[in-house]
């Protein structure tokens, strides 16, 4: 167990929906990092947000968005859903967000979205 | 641009044998950081071993190790005495070392390993 923690594990929707998926980091990990796992794409880096504010972006899509909470919990919002937005999305936390170090990145368990 | 090349799509091993998994990576820059990760068939990523550009000694945990060779960009993961819960997908990883604010991960496309009894 990473320490991490996503929510939902599974999600299934329809074409044209929004959703929203939740992270919560290791304790006293103050960054996070969303990935997009899919077949034809492989893992993707897609959004990073340290304490709050946006670090770096990646692949992120204008019909996603994400936010990091003062709790320091995370949300990916995904909207106007398409076939191909179907995927494993996974969260990471690391300490300190910076590149310095290892500041290894523990990842969640994923949520897992269909879409139909 | 940082890229990572997996070049084995899938590998086999005994239980009990050593196995190398390949990677071999290209970046431009001077500090970096190279990540092994472990995805089992459940799905989640299990971090397994971390090598900075700069450390002069190759990577150990446990049964893990990494083999770096810097001026040849390679930095294979050699997992010892394998078992049967090592079957599962391994991921090569890079991270941006040094200032600025791109702190992803840059992963390859991964090897598949299959441990046989």
């Known amino acids: 167990d990473s320490g991490v923690t996503q929510t939902p594990k599974h999600l299934i929707t329809a074409t044209g929906q929004r959703v929203t998926l939740r992270c919560s980091p290791r304790s006293g990990d103050l960054s996070v990092y969303w990935y997009q796992q899919s077949l034809d794409q492989g893992l993707q880096f897609l959004i990073q947000y340290y304490n709050g504010e946006e670090r770096a972006k990646g692949n992120i899509l204008e019909r996603f968005s994400a936010q990091q909470f003062p709790d320091l919990h995370s949300e990916l919002n995904l909207s106007s859903l398409e076939l191909g937005d179907s995927a494993l999305y996974f969260c990471?936390?690391?300490?300190?967000?910076?590149?310095?170090?290892?500041?290894?990145?523990?990842f969640g368990p994923g949520t897992r979205l269909t879409v139909l | 641009a940082q890229k990572i090349t997996q070049t084995q799509p899938g590998m086999f091993v005994q239980e009990k044998e050593a196995v190398t998994l390949d990677c071999t990576y290209d970046t431009s820059d001077q500090s970096y950081g190279l990540f092994w990760y472990k995805q089992p068939s459940s799905g989640e990523m299990i971090f397994l071993i971390y090598?900075?550009?700069?450390?002069?000694q190759n990577a150990t945990e446990g049964r893990y190790s990494l083999n770096f060779q810097k001026a040849r960009k390679s930095a294979n993961l050699v997992i010892s005495a394998s078992q049967l819960g090592d079957s599962a997908m391994y991921f090569c990883?890079?991270?941006?070392?040094?200032?600025?604010?791109?702190?992803?991960?840059?992963f390859g496309k991964g090897t598949l390993l299959t441990v046989n009894p």
């Open positions: 090598q900075g550009s700069y450390d002069e």
């Open positions: 990883a890079m991270r941006r070392g040094g200032g600025g604010s791109n702190y992803k991960l840059t």
């Open positions: 990471a936390s690391s300490v300190r967000g910076e590149a310095s170090g290892s500041d290894e990145q523990f």
